[in-house]
């Protein structure tokens, strides 16, 4: 079992940058591929980028690709989500989640931490 906290949420501009982080707790973190997901107001939750156990690979939503960086540390048990060129249609609730498969599916991941806001004005 993991246990999941985001950090680094925020409001900022157009074109600024933001790093999210994504703590975990559990002696399993290393054996799990994290994904990070957002959800704005009205909309589904959607995939935005994972990574798997190793960091080896990783996978990015075409809309953030280019923009968006993801990145793990296993001994410090964190995962970030670097954001560049931020638009305003990238406000959401972020959320990391854990997976035992490199999946970029809502449904295959098992642990979620609470979220943290990102908003963008322009």
């Known amino acids: 079992q993991v246990q999941l906290v985001e950090s680094g949420g925020g409001s900022v501009q157009a074109g600024d940058s933001l790093r999210l982080s994504c703590g975990a707790s559990?002696?399993?973190?290393?054996?799990?591929?994290i994904g990070w997901f957002r959800q704005a107001p009205g909309k589904e939750r959607e995939f935005v980028a994972t990574?798997?156990?190793?960091?080896?690979?990783?996978a990015y939503a075409d809309s953030v690709k280019g923009r968006f960086t993801v990145s793990r540390d296993n001994a410090k048990k964190t995962v970030y989500l670097q954001m560049s060129s931020l638009k305003p249609e990238d406000t959401a609730v972020y959320y990391c989640?854990?997976?035992?498969?490199?999946?970029?599916?809502?449904?295959?991941?098992?642990?979620w931490g609470q979220g943290t806001t990102v908003t963008v004005s322009s």
């Open positions: 989640a854990a997976s035992s498969i490199f999946s970029l599916v809502v449904a295959d991941h098992d642990y």
């Open positions: 559990g002696r399993t973190f290393s054996r799990h591929n």
């Open positions: 990574i798997s156990r190793s960091g080896g690979s990783t």
